[in-house]
Each structure stands twice: as structure tokens, then as C-alpha cells.
């Protein structure tokens, strides 16, 4: 990943609301899938306040790869790799910041507010993985307080799969599930609409080539499996999670909604932001062979943000309250790489379009709590809001809201854009 | 699900082949879709042993259906529910025993042999169940002997999903995976080849008509959610497995691959097999009220069958050894519908083309036990093949049959298929 003149901070565009906008200046330019005004769904890069119609301007753009550009989907595009996708960006850059090409773009500029956010790919497998430390401890004790964590976690990035089918995009209303719960004293589970909804603040990932089934992606190979990343929202149903996860892991806890935000960043615009990664602690293992090495900075520099409204904070215009804000290499255990290198080393095959989570991003700060579970210590000890209402967990018509800036010295800071969802009960 | 003129046990076909057949006499009529000879995949239907090229008598089938029958996935089809599934089987039953239309059918005949099967949908999401009440006894027993079934399990049917991408049609050579795997006496782990693959004995369930976001299929209304039923070989590498598993369940240890055979048995084929379903003993709980009612018959009166062969039989011409036997009907403690109802209740949704595994079917007799893991004890108690040569789990060179026949008195027997697979290291 080089930083190039796409990254120059000196750049800006002719969309006046690109310059300073917190996710989408002229040096992000992800990638998306919308629709507006009765027109198809079609691929889109947003700029300041506006998405770019990208098979409207597919002239302008040249390139052999604006046939996978113009489809309902990325998969195709993201298949391609780096080199489509570099491409696409400089001239992007180019004919975003040039204002000799305005005439030639800006009537294929689509108001955000006018357009409606699909998911950009149509995801063959969700995977979700646990690399988060911090949460794994924070969760850990809440079961077993001497114990915290299992004894594989700091050798295996430990991961698991999702439901496909019931990923949305931002949005998409949070309908409480029903299910089974059963209380410590009760002799019998009860069945009835979750008492206990979770969110959970993560990062997705957006798999670009993948690989053939019995083929490992190498980790000095795995940075060029990704093409992008986004913010996820894994809604957890606590209560139900507790009765069911016993001994095959979380089932309808989860896969009743996972959320996902519309833009995938790509890793040339994460290019400055990256970082060293995690610092393991003196004493802990080194990774076995096949998940060492890989690129030189594999940590993400994402500052990640959780905050909620509630009706009442609406109804009395205050603005969301942030529940926690946290640095994402300082909580990954295992880097992006490291989960491609593990998820492929047996020979499963990932697809251009699938989606990792990375599991919930928990900082070692008491501020950097990524879940309700955390934050109210499995419920005990309830959050106070602003407007003087408490929280546990998630009520309805609460709504929950995931960000997340990159920042550099000397570079322009990007966002991966917004992760709502709002519990409808 | 009626018995009608289609399941008459005096019907037979023009097709010699099909009279007798173990497992495609003119009552069953499954759905596949094959290619031949550099021709695309399309719909079948084997017929003894032959296949039916579905598109190739379209106008010889009627139908406002046939244009989801050209397709080179059943997905479009199986969303029709049962309806045209209904209509293509009596047309299908008439066409083939009827010797009048022999000259507009046989033509259109594809000789098995000369077919290369593939999956007979899109998988959009893999779902595995552990519904086989004596395998969780079994497995259980090897961690806890006190107190082998945890306490959820007689409440909550368990399923985790699996990886869709790695699903393959019977006959997919089985590379043994890599993983890290950790003796019980050692301090860390190792990564390499796993030293204790297994298969799992499973049936699965095709999902026809499923059901929007948010929106549970009650369990009267879940027989209509399901088009057929194949075998599902769940390879699962179980030293990779006790290491990975806490606490989030199975990944890499089954991810590597699942075989299916390539026949979508239908419900209606199926009519007259179906039994009462699995009798919960004295004193277990009653299903809790959503789980609790459906057809009359949910049991699947399926006789399953693990046979295995050795590179040492087969060049002796030793025929495969039966490892067990067992009805699906007597290892099922949730039935299908329940599956289906509890997989759904949370909002989660399911979609045509979705495949859902039961789980290791094993009975409570000795001779059938669906996996070596018991069939060993745990590696333990080695298995002593006709040829002499011992197992405790699956070596290179062995392969792995499964096959399933209902038969019912009054009703010519039908199967499933096989689903196999060569551990080829």
C-alpha cells in the first residue's frame, strides 16, 4: 500500500462540501451500491455530500474494468483486486479535484439524501471473528473471574460463522427477537422477545480475490485478499446467547440482524492510517508460523465511536450520547491479516464480497467499552444518559450509531461513514 | 402430504433401469442439476439410471414452472414451493410410465454415468443442527461422564452455521486440513495436518419458500418450507476441533469442506416414509409452545448408512465395510419442522437454496453410531476392518460412502444417493 498523490493533502475537490467533510474528502473515495428516483441499483463513490454514479461516467473513467463496475454488485469489481481499484481511485482523485472535468462529472452527482444505501456486495459467507481482547476479557470475567480468558485465545484468532442472509445496511430497523431465555433460578427457559439486546461495535472487512477451496491464502498474501473496510454492528440478544451458545457457539442470539455501514473503505485510502498493530504483552506466545509475518503495518488507525438517542433525547433535541471511543489496533489481539492467514489455512475458501467481522472492539480504557454487556457489567450497574434515563441494555426506540475516523499527521482524515439502527421493539 | 396415483406401487417405467432401482424408481423422481459432454448445467431427474434433462423436454412438461426449471440452479424452482413441485412429479410419473410417450422422453435421457452432478442450488447460508440426541450423548459422555447432555439441550434444537462456500457435491476428493491441534499433556500448540479427520453421518434439508426478515414461520406452516432432502457428510477434523471450539463453536475444523449427494428428494416422494417422529422419554420436558405441534408425521423414515473402503480393500476387491445403520426417525430428538420453526422465530430468514444439516445421526444401538469419534470411543477403542487393517479415524486413501433408503409396507422403496468422499491428504 503506497500513499501516493491521491493522498496529498494539498488536494481538494470542486464538491465544495468534500473539503473537510469528516468521512468523505477527495482522499477516501470508497466504493458503494445505491439507488435513487425509481433508477436501479448501481455502484457509487461518495464525495462530501454527494455519490458519484460510476456507470453514468464510465466513459470518462476508461479502464478494462468498468464492466464489473457496472453491475448491482461489487463482488465482480472486488474480485479484480488492487490494481482496478488503484486505478479507479487516481483517476477519481483526478477528475474530483480537477476542475477542468467538473462539467463532464458533476451531472452525475447524486445527493446523499436522494439516494437509497444498498449492501455493496451480495455476501457468499459472513464470518465473524473475537480478535477484540479486551472484550474477550471484559465477557470472560463476567463468567469466570479468575479465568478470564480461554486458553486458545492467544494462539487462535478464534472466529466463527454468521448468518448471510440477515446483513443490512445501515438502517435497517432493529426488530426485538424473540427466543428462549432462562433465568439462574428458573427450572425451565421461557420463550418470549429479548430482555436483554446488545449491540456490538466492530469493523467488517470486504473480501476482494479470494481463494480456491485447499488453497491457503499466505499471510505475506493476505493483505491482498482485502478490499475494504466498514463499520458492523453485530446485535446480540444476551439473554438468549447465555441459554443457547453452549456447546456450538451463538445461533439466533445473532443472526436475527447484523448492520453493516453502505461504503467500503479502501485499503489505498487506509494506506496512512495504518499502524504497527497490536503489542502483545511481555510473556504472551508468538504467533505459530503460518499467522507471522505479513506486512509491516498491519494495525488498523481507526478511532472507532459508539453513541446512542433515545426517544427522550430526541424528543428534547439532545444530541447522541457516546457510549465508548477507542483506537481498533489497540484492541485487535490479531491483525486483518492474521484472521485471512487462520481463516484460509485449512483450505476454506473465501469469495470476492464475503464479510469478516472482527468481533467487538473494546479498548483496555473504561471508555472504550464496545457492548451494554460491558459497560453496565452484565447489567448490574446501569448507565446513566444525559437525559437522566438509565440503561442495562437496549430499550425500543432507542437508536444506536457507529462512526469511525482515521487520522494522521500531515494526511486529511477519512471516515468509514455511519452504522445506525434503531430498536423498534 | 398426500399419497396419490404417483406413489402407486404397481407404476413402473419404460426405463428398465428405474424397476428395482435402490434408489430411483419412477415413485421417486428427485431434482439435481448435472452437466453432460460440455453442455451447461441444467435441471434433472434421475430416473434408474438415467437422468431426465429437464429443459429438454420443457415443452413436453407444460407448465407456467419450466422457466425455473431452466436454470442452472434450483433455487428459482424450489421458491415455488410445492405446487409445481406437485405438478412436475405427476407429469413426470405419467410421462415415464406411460410407455406412449417413450418417444418423446427417451431422447432426452442422459446416462448417469455420462453426467458430471453438481450443487443443486445457490447455497446463500449453510445452517448445521445437532438434533441427533444419541451423537450429543456419545460426544458429551467423552467430556462430562456424569452429565453428557447439557442442560439446554432438551429445550433448545442447538445449531451453529456452517460455511456455505465449501459445500461440495458428492464425490469431491477430501484434502485433510491443516490447524493447530494441542495434546492435552502438551503446553502449546502445533500446526499441521489433522491426525484425527472424521465424517459425520447427516441428513439435509433443501429450503424451498422462506420468509422475509422479522418474519417467524410458525411451526404449522414449517413443512412448507422445505423442498427436499439430501445426505450431508459434515468432514469434521476433531483435534482441530477440541482446541478451536471454546467458546464460540466449530469453524476451521469443518469449514474445509461438506459433501452433499446431488438429489433433491422431495417431500412427496417422501409421503409415505414419514413416521411419528422421535418419542422423548418419560420425563423429558414437553416442547415449549412454538415448537410444539405440526404435522401429524414429522419423522423422517429414513434408514441411513455409513460405509467406508480402504485403498487396501479396493485393490483386494473387498466390497466397503458398513460402519452403521440407523433410522433417521429414532436419532432425531427435534424433527425437521421444529428446525425450521426454531431457526425462524428470532426473525432470522431463511431462503430457497438454503441448506440446513440435522447433525450426526446416531441411534442408540452400537451399530449406529454416525462418526468414528464414536464408533472409537473417542480414539480409544480402534475399529478392526474385514481387511484386517485398524481405525480410530480416517486415513489417506480411505473413502466414505453414505446412503439412505425409506421403505415403507405397500410402497416401492426409495433412496437418497450416495454422498462420498476420498481422503486424499
Same mark, same amino acid.
Request: with cysteine.
Given at each position: ?219 505475506? !498474501?493476505?493483505?491482498? /485478499? ?5 463499520? &458492523?454492528?453485530?446485535?446480540? #440478544?444476551? %439473554?438468549?446467547?447465555? $441459554? ?67 426517544? !427522550?433525547?430526541?424528543? /428534547? ?5 457516546? &457510549?465508548?471511543?477507542?483506537? #481498533?489496533? %489497540?484492541?485487535?489481539? $490479531? ?71 482515521? /487520522? ?18
Amino acid at each position: 500500500m503506497r500513499i501516493d498523490e491521491t493522498h496529498d493533502p494539498a488536494r481538494t475537490s470542486w464538491v465544495e462540501s468534500a473539503n473537510g467533510h469528516a468521512d468523505f474528502p477527495v482522499q477516501n473515495l470508497p466504493l458503494c451500491i445505491f439507488a435513487s428516483e425509481g433508477r436501479e441499483r448501481r455502484a457509487g463513490v461518495p464525495i462530501g455530500d454527494f455519490l458519484v454514479d460510476l456507470p453514468a461516467i464510465a466513459d470518462t473513467l476508461g479502464g478494462a474494468w468498468v464492466d464489473e463496475l457496472a453491475q448491482p454488485v461489487l463482488n465482480a469489481f472486488l474480485a479484480l483486486g488492487s490494481g482496478p481499484r488503484v486505478a479507479l481511485r487516481k483517476r477519481l482523485s483526478e477528475l474530483l479535484s480537477d476542475e477542468a472535468y467538473r462539467d463532464a462529472v458533476e451531472g452525475c452527482l447524486i445527493g446523499q439524501s436522494e439516494a437509497t444505501m444498498h449492501l455493496p456486495t451480495l455476501i457468499g459467507d459472513y464470518t465473524d471473528f473475537y480478535v477484540g481482547i479486551h472484550h474477550a476479557i471484559n465477557v470472560g470475567k463476567q463468567f469466570r473471574p479468575d479465568n478470564p480468558l480461554l486458553p486458545n485465545y492467544k494462539y487462535v484468532p478464534i472466529g466463527y460463522h454468521g448468518r448471510a442472509s440477515s446483513v443490512r445496511v445501515s438502517g435497517q430497523p432493529v426488530v426485538r427477537p424473540n427466543g428462549q431465555r432462562k433465568a439462574p433460578e428458573a427450572e425451565a427457559p421461557e420463550y418470549g422477545p429479548s430482555r436483554r439486546l446488545d449491540y456490538e461495535l466492530e469493523l467488517g472487512v470486504w473480501i476482494g480475490p479470494g481463494n480456491a477451496l485447499g488453497d491457503p491464502i499466505p499471510i505475506d !498474501q493476505a493483505e491482498s /485478499a482485502v478490499a475494504g473496510y466498514c463499520l &458492523l454492528n453485530d446485535w446480540s #440478544a444476551r %439473554d438468549l446467547q447465555a $441459554w443457547e451458545y453452549q456447546p456450538l457457539g451463538p445461533f439466533l442470539a445473532k443472526n436475527f440482524l447484523t448492520s453493516v455501514s453502505p461504503f467500503v473503505v479502501t485499503p489505498e485510502a487506509m494506506a496512512p492510517f495504518m499502524t504497527e498493530g497490536f503489542r502483545r504483552p511481555e510473556g504472551d506466545p508468538e504467533p505459530l508460523p503460518y499467522l507471522a509475518g505479513g506486512s509491516e503495518k498491519p494495525g488498523l488507525g481507526l478511532t472507532v465511536r459508539a453513541l446512542l438517542t433515545t426517544r !427522550q433525547m430526541r424528543d /428534547a433535541g439532545m444530541p447522541p450520547h457516546q &457510549l465508548s471511543q477507542g483506537l #481498533a489496533a %489497540d484492541a485487535m489481539y $490479531w491483525s486483518v491479516e492474521q484472521i485471512v492467514a487462520h481463516h484460509s489455512c485449512n483450505g476454506c475458501n473465501l469469495q470476492a464480497g464475503d464479510l469478516i467481522g472482527t468481533g467487538t472492539l473494546s479498548t483496555a480504557s473504561p471508555d472504550g467499552l464496545g457492548s451494554l454487556l460491558e459497560i453496565s457489567k452484565g447489567g448490574k450497574q446501569p448507565l446513566t444518559l444525559p437525559s437522566g434515563e438509565t440503561r442495562n441494555f437496549l430499550e425500543d426506540g432507542d437508536e444506536l450509531i457507529l462512526t469511525a475516523q482515521a /487520522a494522521a499527521q500531515g494526511f486529511v482524515s477519512i471516515g468509514l461513514g455511519e452504522c445506525r439502527g434503531l430498536v423498534v421493539g
